[in-house]
């Protein structure tokens, strides 16, 4: 059987580089969203610029799922959760919806009501729930993975593929294809309301306990050159894009097997690249899940209706700085935050030690 360390593994600054990649590709799908950018509203039909959006979409359509696959990387060192961790984050949600709604109000953008203001104190955001769930739940998966022979270990994982990600994207697909009104989630292995697009917690879990699985395998997995990886990750860029024209939906949900497939294959390849401790991506990175919280506020306000009717260049470089200048912006407010909270988090943590401890 596999041993595992007791401490987690350190940051990996090629890692991080790849979770800040992620929270700008997260930004640039919330430029296309038809509700927040609407860059999908404003461009013409069958242009250049609708087949670069779509591209740029099935490259980023993956991102979220980088993110659960990075936890599960390096979270299956331990088998220690603080109970803080979890309640830090979902304050975090609460106080960045309410110095939004507070600042809204301020410049005007926001009228003031009793229900909108305990709207913005209410924590609703299915990242951040799911992923405390996660979070919790995480030791137990770990222990169970460890438990398992690197034969069964594998069985296990293709399983929850098959079941999981092959066969609800399947009956998705299915659904498309026969063009029937009849309703077909009954035959979907996630709920009865069908895969939800993996906005769902057992998606959270099979891309963990893949990540997990890599994170286990990392001195023995076969090295796959990274052209071959890169070689993968384009030709199932090209299949998503093409799909995307026949329907939206079932191309980019995040459990479909090639978006999860696509995100494995964007992780091996940062995983193998050369990189040192770099203090400045480090300290970039920390501040991911902060722009994550923060950067619907500012999409709006990234002139893409005017850049979707530029050329194809201009249109990629402008997403690409307006996505990074988001960031940039994003940026300063975490580390006010993190130095005006993080003492508190630091006391409560020696007051209430309260935590999961699977190793002892």
Known sequence: MLQKSSKPQARQSNIELLRILAIVGVIILHFNNRDMGGGF??????????WLLRIMESLFACAVNVFILISGYFMCATNKRNIIKPVQLIVQVIAFSAGTYMLFLIIGKETFSIKSMIGSLVPNNYFAVLYVTLYLISPYINVLMLKLSETKRTQFLLLLFLLFSVWPSF?????????SNRNWNGLSTIGAWGSQWGYTIVNFCLLYIIGAYIGLRQNKGRHYKTIYLFLVLCTLITLLTVWSKVDENTAWEYCSPLVIAESIILFLIFLRIPMGNNKVINRLARAAFSVFLLHSSLVPYAGIEKLTQENALLLWGGYCLAAAMIYLLCWPVYEIYNKLTSWIWQRLSRKIPFSIDLEN
Not at 41 to 50: G, I, K, L, P
Not at 171 to 179: A, G, I, P, Q, S
């Open 41 to 50: 509203t404003y461009v013409a039909a069958n242009s250049v610029n609708e």
């Open 171 to 179: 009956v998705d697909v299915f659904t498309v294809l026969v063009h």
